[in-house]
T-cell receptor, first 107, second 114 residues
Framework: AQRVTQPEKLLSVFKGAPVELKCNYS??????LFWYVQYSRQRLQLLLR??SRESIKGFTADLNKGETSFHLKKPFAQEEDSAMYYC?????????FGAGTILRVKS | KAGVTQTPRYLIKTRGQQVTLSCSPI?????VSWYQQTPGQGLQFLFE???????NKGNFPGRFSGRQFSNSRSEMNVSTLELGDSALYLC?????????????FGQGTRLTVV
C-alpha cells in the first residue's frame, strides 16, 4: 500500500541552524511528492512539489528514488519557519499524507 | 481572489444525528476533495468530486457521503454520527485535478460529536 512516513513528530532547532524534515514513502511507480505547510491559525498550503524543482522560502526537497525519500531542507532556519509540515504523495487524484512534523525554531 | 470557504467553522452534534458540511471552491475550480483530520489518524482522504461526479473515494463507511452542484460547490454528509467522527474536515479545490494544478485548502469545519 502507498504510504508516507514522517518519523519525527517534533523537530526543534535554533535560529540559523540547518533544518532537515524527513519523509520516506512507499509507492509502486513514479511518485509525485509534495510538502505542505500549516502555520499557526492558517490553512494548509502547498510549499513545494518535486516536479517543479523550485526553492520556496529557502526550502528545497530532492526526490531520492533509491532511498525512497523526499526530505525537506533549509540551510538556515528562521523563526517564521515554525509550523506543521506534511509530506504528501499523489495517488491518482488524491493526496496521501504523512503524520506531519512540527518544526519549532528557537531564538 | 477569494479562497476556499467552508461553513460552518464549528459544529457540535449528538451521537446518532446527521450533519452536512459545505465547501465553496475558488471560482473556476471544478475539483473538490474532502479530507478528515484527526490527531490519531492524521489527514485522510474522503472523496473527490469533479463536474458533479464522484471521481475518487477513500476508505470510509457509507455513512460518509457527498455531492457536488453545478456551480462546483460541494457538500458532505455524515449520518448516524459516532464519537469517532469528531474531527477537522478539510475541503480542497483545484482547477481540474491535484495532478495538474495546485490544491487549495479551506480553513476546515471542526465537528465535535458528543
Amino acid at each position: 500500500a502507498q504510504r508516507v512516513t514522517q518519523p519525527e513528530k517534533l523537530l526543534s532547532v535554533f535560529k540559523g541552524a540547518p533544518v532537515e524534515l524527513k519523509c520516506n514513502y512507499s509507492y509502486s511507480g513514479s511518485p509525485e511528492l509534495f510538502w505542505y505547510v500549516q502555520y499557526s491559525r492558517q490553512r494548509l498550503q502547498l510549499l513545494l512539489r518535486h516536479i517543479s524543482r523550485e526553492s520556496i522560502k529557502g526550502f528545497t526537497a530532492d526526490l531520492n528514488k533509491g532511498e525512497t525519500s523526499f526530505h525537506l531542507k533549509k540551510p538556515f532556519a528562521q523563526e517564521e519557519d515554525s509550523a506543521m509540515y506534511y509530506c504528501a504523495l499523489l495517488q491518482g487524484n488524491k493526496l496521501v499524507f504523512g503524520a506531519g512534523t512540527i518544526l519549532r525554531v528557537k531564538s | 481572489k477569494a479562497g476556499v470557504t467552508q461553513t460552518p467553522r464549528y459544529l457540535i452534534k449528538t451521537r446518532g444525528q446527521q450533519v452536512t458540511l459545505s465547501c465553496s471552491p475558488i471560482s473556476g475550480h471544478r475539483s473538490v476533495s474532502w479530507y478528515q483530520q484527526t490527531p490519531g489518524q492524521g489527514l485522510q482522504f474522503l472523496f473527490e468530486y469533479f463536474s458533479e461526479t464522484q471521481r475518487n473515494k477513500g476508505n470510509f463507511p457509507g455513512r460518509f457521503s457527498g455531492r457536488q452542484f453545478s456551480n462546483s460547490r460541494s457538500e458532505m454528509n455524515v449520518s448516524t454520527l459516532e464519537l469517532g467522527d469528531s474531527a477537522l474536515y478539510l475541503c480542497a479545490s483545484s482547477l481540474i485535478a491535484v495532478r495538474e494544478t495546485e490544491a487549495f485548502f479551506g480553513q476546515g469545519t471542526r465537528l465535535t460529536v458528543v
